[in-house]
């Protein structure tokens, strides 16, 4: 699992990175792999939206690709990972970011 | 808590009890699913009618509010929960004369913010019952004055 | 069109102001985020996929050119150089930065624009006909009592945290183009046997999750008494909907739940109590908010142009588009234009910048300096002499605005679904897409004639799938994008839900279904003239059954 949410200042998605700061790259994403990990995660994500610095922060399944770079389980965090489909010169996939995942 | 009016911090020495709990008593505490209608039969001798709002966003006792002043209820009508500034002139607007806010509430929203928030919009275009005539109202009066 | 007067112009100035204090005290940490959100929600501003969005208010639709110039102009100094026409007749924006909202703001509201309620659980803006004023089968322009209306519920002290959001909709003519069936309030400007004008009012009309055609709770009411009653509707609703699930919080499901002669009821024991000249618009006012809806003044043209004429004659491009992209106008000689924000294979609605400046021109020059945004996200000019058609089309094809497809199947509805919406579970835009590119062809969509393929990336049913004659909604069906097919939806004055023809299909094989669909009405149709509307009504959904199913197995089976 893997969390991520959006940028106060300009709603950017952003991924939870180590030392609890955010990273708009999802290959900073801190990764729970375990039980254990994942609610450690989950306690990070209630005190990240009672503190208010992002908004919205949500936890989401993540997998890797086979060079081993995360790749968001599900559709909507792929998307999210990239930009608008439909306009491709916008969101991160304009700056080349994130040019592994694809839907 | 903390009491606040249109003028700044305020006190009160009456304590509204619920209902059921009332007795001979005048301040009343009542839900924010209450039917003002089951007021009519102890509002003459009511000073303090406070309304509770669990939360700031369930907007009922606003209607309250204003269904109790409609029907004549005449003594201190109190907001108590978790309003924000932001609706501190609502409130004022629909009749109430005081919220009660948390001592958190009013560390992390000191008087000055709740007293800026009452003047932001200075004009509104719905009649209230804190005395302001509404835009409709005023142009009216324009029109009048014009003539 | 209405025009601030100075009260109006302060209470947006002052909005804009305590929009302002609120983003500082939400970045210093006296607001918390849970109660940011409702203020930010009330001054339009959503959290989405990858940004923040910004909802600008379009009043009932219409805008004027300087208008429409400041929103490119803004688009282009705080936004990425486009913006998104909506289902309920506003603009969107889908890049803002939090602290330029204010600064935004502020240049809306020197053209007299705000983002007032576009959001939140408040009154939000009511739509109306996008042909009002100028429709032969108009009783009264319904803008005027819209107008009203929007001031009445603006910032209302009673009104602002409701159990959920509440719309709005009034139209005025006989054919109900603001599809108020299903809206929360619809009003229907009516006369009654005396000749008054007065309204039909129906409540608990609604899309989403649960669907419903409004009932109607007074057959008259006399125009003088409309706000009071619908604040006795709104007292009744704020009081008794139900505030415990998100999803059954609209009125339509109190309505539902404690049914309507009972809702009705309780309006009225709430209407009789209220002080009705203490809410109600005096004449004087009411005459003069109408008194900047009158119509431009017209010239005395007769009802054939030859210019017109001879232009179509000559050119079959023109005559393609004044075919399809023409209403019919109330006045001889004048025209209503749609101009189609659809081209074929792009985002249904989306306008750059550039697209808005030239529609202001166009507007300024020949539409008496008025446009309407249609809540199906097309722009009208709506006061176009016949003389002048040809050279509008002429700077619309310049501007690639010419799409000859008012009404026709690559008119699409569809909401920005899950390449922008965080409430999607599906894409709705590539589909549109790809129908659009599939059926592009002119003359096959003039021969299939009027279809409106409405689409929804989730049950919210932003797309309004619900009352597409073709509505498709996008779900996720374990992990993947699922799209359901629904036929025979309207959302007019003979409104209908439409019904799921079968089970979900893969985002690939939609258009492969859709074309099955068309076929097989091609086939069947009592004539060209019978529209794919009245086709479905006759022969019911079986015959367009088989359309869902993969062609090998069709042909296995004969």
Redesign the interface.
Known sequence: MIMSA?A??????VYYAPGGSWSPRLADAVVAATEAEAAALEVARAAA?AR?EV??PELSPVGTDEAGRLVP????ER??AL?????RD??PQARGEHAHVSL | MKLLDRHGWTTSDLVPVPIEALGDGVAVLLPNTTHAADLLPLQDRLQLVAIDFPKFSDGRGFSIARALRAQGYEGRLRATGALIPDQFAFALQVGFDEIEITDEQAARQPLGQWLQALTAIHDSYQNGEDGNASILTRRRYAAEAAA | MYRYDEFDAAVVRDRVAQFREQVAR??D?SL??EEFTPLRLMNGLY??????MLRIAVPYGTLNSRQLRQLAMIADRWD?GYGHFTTRQNLQLN?P???DVPDILDALAEVEMHCIQTSGNCIRNVTADHFAGVAADEIEDPRPTAELIRQWSTLHPEFSFLPRKFKIAVTGAARDRAAVAVHDIGLRIVRNEAGEVGYRVLVGGGLGRTPMIGKVIRDFLPRTELLAFLEAIMRVYNLEGRRDNKYKARIKILVHEIGTDAFIARVEEEYAKLDGPGVNADPAEVARIAAYFAPPAYETLPAVSQGFEAAKARDPDFARFAATNLFPHKIPGYTAITVSVKPIGA?PGDASSDQMRALADLAERYSADELRITHVQNVVLPHVKLDDVHALWSALVEAGLETPNAGLITDIIACPG???C?L?TA?S??IA?AIATRFADAERQALIGELGIKISGCINACGHHHVGVIGILGLDKA???NYQITLGGDPGEQAALGQRLGPGIDAEAVPEAIERIVDTYLEIRSGADEAFIDTVRRVGLDPFRPALQPRESILEAA
Do not use: C, F
């Open positions: 959006n106060l200042l300009d709603g950017a998605v939206e208010g908004v919205e389980s599900h559709y909507r998307i999210r930009g608008p489909t439909i306009r916008l969101g | 939400r970045l940490g918390t985020e959290l989405q996929l990858h940004a923040y990425r890049w930065k939090l602290a985002p899950m390449d922008y965080a999607a894409r835009i590539p897409q992990g993947v994008e």
